[in-house]
Structure formats: C-alpha cells, structure tokens
C-alpha cells in the first residue's frame, strides 16, 4: 500500500516524500518536472514523469500500483504570474485536480490531502485568520485552490472521498540537513530572493510597496517551516486513514512579520548588508496574512517546531549557502 504524492519533486513535495520515507511509507511520486528537481526525489520513491491531465498516463500509474492515500502538491503557486495568465492556473489547478479526482473514483481511492493557501482568503477582515473567515481571494491562483476546495467538498457528498485542505501561509526554509531545498527558476519568493542577495547573485532586493495600511507600510506575512509543513500533512494523512472527517485546516505560526522585518533577520543570519530598494506594490497582495492555527493544533496535535522567522531564515540559509546554483542539473 503506497502514498501517492502529485508535486513530489517540488519544492515542498520533495520535504514531504523524505518525511514519508523516513517513516517508512512505501512513496509513489508523479511530476511533469515543469518547476520540480528529479534529483530531489532520488531519495528511494518510485518516480513516474507525467501530467495529472493524461489520462492514459493516470490510468497506468492507478491501475499498476496500490495507492492508499494522496497528497496532492501539483500546482503553479505564484500569485503574480496567476494575474498575468490566470487561463495557466485554471488549466493546471483547477484540471489537474479534476483529474486526480476522476482516477481516485475509479479506483476506489478515498483520502487525499490537498495543497490548499491563505490566498482563499483574500483581505480578511480579521487577523488572525480563523478558517471560518470569509473567502474572497484577490488573485486567480487563490480563486483556483478554492475552486477544488469546493470540488472536494461535492465529491465528499457524491463519492465518499475524504480530504483534508491544508491552507499554507508562506512556507519557507529547507531540510535541516541542507540536503534538499527550495529551487525556483524564476525565483519570486521573498526569502530566497533576499538570501540570493547575500550570496552575492543579485544586488538588491525590491520591496514591494511601503504604502500599505501596516506598521512598516510592508506586507504582512505568516512564515512557516518547510518540515513543520509536512509534518502537518502527515498528521492530517494519518487522521483521515483512522477515520477522520474532512476538514480545512489554516498552517502558520500566528505571528507576522513584514517584509522589512524579514529583510532584516536575514541581515542577522548571514552578516551581509543586503541592500533594500523601494519599488512598486505587485499586483494581487493581500496586506496583512497572519494565520489562527488552533484548529489544526487542536484536531491534529500539530505543534511548529520552527517559530520564529529567524530559526526559518537559518535553515534556508544553510541550503542556499552550500548549493548557490540550485539542484545540479
Ligand atoms: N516581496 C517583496 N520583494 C520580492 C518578493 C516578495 O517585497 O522580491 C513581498 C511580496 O510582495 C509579499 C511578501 O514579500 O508581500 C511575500 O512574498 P512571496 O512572493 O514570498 O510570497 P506570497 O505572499 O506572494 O505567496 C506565498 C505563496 C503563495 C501563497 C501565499 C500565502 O507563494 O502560494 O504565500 O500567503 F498563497
């Protein structure tokens, strides 16, 4: 009996399918490889290269392994490319989870732990967010996740699937090893860009809009560690084969911090300067993103290992540091 991960070679996927094997969980990973590194997943799971829209591949894949469980990480996730081509994050999240959904009817496959975000949300009239809070997303990507959210929800009612929607704040960080890590091309994700900066591959960092209704006049973000992120995915995985209801769980660590505030703890962690330049807002950012994650301490018995932004920063460092240029390609 195996565990399907859709996304594994991703950057978060790949943290999932080191936990899972460290567990001892027998890993199915599918990929098409447009943003995930083969190289992070030659870990021991069986890898298949291939999109959730092909059919013909999904039913191989279904038809040939014991899948007991999914979670499902394949997706484009970047708020502002989704303004830009909002037709690609229709296409790829929305489809590609339809897909999965079809297959996992037809095999009679009934738990899958679905990838969702903070950017359900929107600009929440409450901080912290609660998951009850209303969801009106600002950009396509969060219109996207929500739309499977709700797909998930009929397909509880008319095929008995069981889900658990785990709503990420900004995850970030790495393996504390160093050994696998975040590797985006382009990079757009404020920590990375920023520890980029201090290895010396860019000159500065732009911040993004100081005009904002914030302490600092900077967004506002909830940052949550890459392992604290699995862990909570396993716990939600292991409630659902125990015969857990589906539920919507928010994952953050309660606390924000603004892009200044980030900025300056990875001055702290790394020594360098890094050289900050005012630009303008980019389209579809929310303010303020800070996560209630009561519920999912509560019912999952999560607890972050990783609170503060520094202890994050510190292990991305220690990634970024010793593999300058990403995954060898
Ligand atoms: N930012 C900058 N300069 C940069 C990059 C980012 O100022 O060079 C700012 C952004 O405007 C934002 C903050 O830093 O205010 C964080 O930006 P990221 O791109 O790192 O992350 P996002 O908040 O846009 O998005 C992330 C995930 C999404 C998820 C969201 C939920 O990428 O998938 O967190 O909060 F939906």
């Known amino acids: 009996m195996a565990i399907l991960v859709c996304g594994g070679a991703g950057y978060i996927g790949s943290h999932m399918v080191k936990l899972l094997l460290e567990k001892g969980k027998e890993v199915i990973v599918i990929d098409n490889l447009q943003s995930g590194h083969r190289i992070a997943v030659d870990l021991g799971a069986k890898f298949f290269l291939g999109d959730l829209r092909d059919e013909k591949f999904m039913d191989i894949i279904f038809s040939e392994n014991k899948i007991d469980g999914i979670i499902d990480f394949a997706a484009d996730s970047l708020v502002g490319e989704s303004m830009i081509n909002p037709i690609k994050y229709y296409e790829n999240n929305m489809m590609g989870t339809t897909s999965l959904l079809k297959f996992m009817v037809k095999y009679k496959v009934k738990n899958i732990v679905f990838s969702s975000t903070a950017a359900t949300y929107g600009e929440p009239k409450n901080i912290p967010i609660l998951e009850t809070e209303l969801t009106i997303p600002t950009n396509p990507y969060g219109e996207t996740k929500l739309g499977v959210e709700k797909l998930l929800k009929w397909c509880e009612l008319a095929y008995g699937i ?168």
């Open 162 to 329: 069981k889900y658990t929607a785990l709503r990420y704040f900004n995850v970030a960080g790495a393996y504390p090893t160093g050994e696998i890590g975040e590797d985006h091309n382009p990079e757009t994700h404020l920590i990375p860009i920023v520890l980029q900066v201090a290895l010396g591959k860019r000159e500065n960092v732009g911040i993004y809009g100081t005009d904002y209704n914030t302490p600092d006049g900077t967004c506002v973000r909830d940052y949550v560690h890459v392992m604290d992120l699995v862990d909570a995915h396993m716990k939600a995985l292991e409630r659902l084969e125990n015969g857990g209801n589906s539920e919507i769980y928010n994952l953050g660590n309660g606390e924000g911090f603004s892009v200044k505030d980030v900025i300056e703890s990875s001055r702290e962690v790394t020594g360098h300067p890094i050289p900050a330049i005012l630009s303008e807002r980019r389209a579809g950012d929310p303010s303020i993103l800070v996560a209630s994650s009561e519920k999912a301490k509560k019912e999952l018995g999560w607890e972050p290992q990783y609170t503060t932004v520094k202890s994050i920063i510190e292990t991305a460092w220690k990634w970024h540091k010793s593999n300058p240029e990403g995954y060898k390609k």
